[in-house]
């Protein structure tokens, strides 16, 4: 195998690594905005703001 396939694999692989990883990352983040939205409402609703 030539030196420039194994920099080849070794470069996608990182790629995809870090493509997941920004993927978990904004759907954590999505479900935290959700989270925090539905927290503000139910302070809104009860008066508990603070």
């Known amino acids: 195998m030539s030196p420039i ?13 870090i493509f997941f ?9 999505k479900k935290l905005r959700k989270r925090i ?3 503000s409402s139910k302070n809104i609703k009860t008066g508990n703001n603070q």
């Open 5 to 17: 396939y194994v920099i080849l694999i070794i470069n996608i692989i990182v790629w995809t690594g």
């Open 37 to 39: 939205e539905r927290l």
């Open 21 to 29: 990883y920004l993927l978990r990352t904004d759907n954590e983040i």
